[in-house]
């Protein structure tokens, strides 16, 4: 028997992993005008975004989004979609932070929101490894 708690948290990594997707397409769209709108640290930092980066930011959404269905599926690829995902986590805001030394330029408070993005990616992995152990993803 699957617990109800099992299906609520899946659910909640769907939208968390949905309200990222959407993040990334409205800021792989913005128009120029949208961009030129933001603050200039900002739009400085995502104009200098490599592609690379920009890439590992749809993988770790995408992969995100897709480990979330395959825990509402009751699938094992969740583990490795979520594994995924958190190296696209890593690989995107390793450039910010290492390469385009976003903390020097923003401050400590710009570690905030991408550890706590981080943070849930390593949660993500634990709670599909721990209901694997337990016979629910199959």
Not at 18 to 28: E, K, N
Not at 50 to 61: F, W
């Amino acid at each position: 028997m699957v617990p109800t708690w099992y299906w609520i948290v899946s659910g909640i990594l769907l939208i968390w992993n949905a309200i990222g997707c959407f993040a990334c397409f409205s800021q792989m769209t913005a128009s120029p005008e949208k961009l030129a709108g933001l603050p200039e640290g900002q739009r400085d930092a995502w104009l200098a975004m490599p592609v690379t980066a920009k890439a590992a930011y749809v993988v770790a959404v995408g992969a995100g989004l897709l480990g979330a269905v395959a825990l509402l599926c009751r699938c094992a690829a969740a583990g490795p979609l979520f594994i995924a995902s958190l190296v696209g986590v890593i690989v995107q805001f390793g450039w910010f932070f290492v390469v385009y030394k976003g903390a020097s330029r923003f401050g400590v408070a710009s570690l905030a929101f991408p550890g706590f993005v981080a943070l849930v990616a390593i949660a993500q992995i634990g709670f599909a490894c721990w209901a694997k152990t337990q016979g629910l993803l199959g």
